[in-house]
T-cell receptor, first 116, second 112 residues
Framework: NAGVMQNPRHLVRRRGQEARLRCSPMKGHSHVYWYRQLPEEGLKFMVYLQKENIIDESGMPKERFSAEFPKEGPSILRIQQVVRGDSAAYFCASSPRGTVSNQPQHFGDGTRLSIL | GESVGLHLPTLSVQEGDNSIINCAYSNSASDYFIWYKQESGKGPQFIID?????DKRQGQRVTVLLNKTVKHLSLQIAATQPGDSAVYFCAESGGSNYKLTFGKGTLLTVNP
């Protein structure tokens, strides 16, 4: 079974450019979560999506960040006009159901975003 | 100037010894807890979970203990192997049923 697939694994952008991070959940999973990790820190929740719906985006900055999970295709985390502080590892997780209980979230290997 | 990152708590053990990694949480509403293992350059890998109606759960070579009175969680790894070297995170649901809150992590180093 393929796990959660994220691409690209590494992404370098200059300040002011746009970054697009993609996530394909595990087969049969319709719930996707995005987290951000700074060096030597735990992951911080950003957004939770189901197909075509944003359920909770309370952890996402109000400006420049957006996320979608279309009916067809991967989930996309989009960062516009990137700044140095956006440099981090971005992880996607998926689960078959929205509730965590009995079905832990399974993570991809992340996209490491570096801003020059 | 640029801030210096906080250093992770570290645990160094000899191969074959048992390891105990601890985690404190603050949200008394949390009812689900997970331990993840993260190797360098990889995403968090699920190890074991426990619900708040339990105080102990065992897996293969791992045991999780939950003390709700003092809001403490521990992961015990039996007969630690070099392949166990990684950063270990506890995570809790915080009552949201989906939003995981991660601890800072503990770096486990296994010496051969």
């Amino acid at each position: 079974n393929a796990g959660v697939m994220q691409n690209p694994r590494h992404l370098v952008r200059r300040r002011g450019q746009e970054a697009r991070l993609r996530c394909s959940p595990m087969k049969g999973h319709s719930h996707v979560y995005w987290y951000r990790q700074l060096p030597e820190e735990g992951l911080k929740f950003m957004v939770y999506l189901q197909k075509e719906n944003i359920i909770d985006e309370s952890g996402m900055p109000k400006e420049r960040f957006s996320a979608e999970f279309p009916k067809e295709g991967p989930s996309i985390l989009r960062i516009q006009q990137v700044v140095r502080g956006d440099s981090a590892a971005y992880f996607c997780a998926s689960s078959p159901r929205g509730t965590v209980s009995n079905q832990p979230q399974h993570f991809g290997d992340g996209t490491r975003l570096s801003i020059l | 100037g640029e801030s210096v990152g906080l250093h992770l708590p570290t645990l160094s053990v000899q191969e074959g010894d048992n390891s105990i990694i601890n985690c404190a949480y603050s949200n008394s509403a949390s009812d689900y807890f997970i331990w993840y293992k993260q190797e360098s350059g990889k995403g968090p890998q699920f190890i074991i979970d426990i619900r708040s109606n339990m105080d102990k759960r065992q897996g293969q070579r791992v045991t999780v203990l939950l003390n709700k009175t003092v809001k403490h969680l521990s992961l015990q790894i039996a007969a630690t192997q070099p392949g166990d070297s990684a950063v270990y995170f506890c995570a809790e649901s915080g009552g949201s049923n989906y939003k995981l809150t991660f601890g800072k992590g503990t770096l486990l180093t296994v010496n051969p």
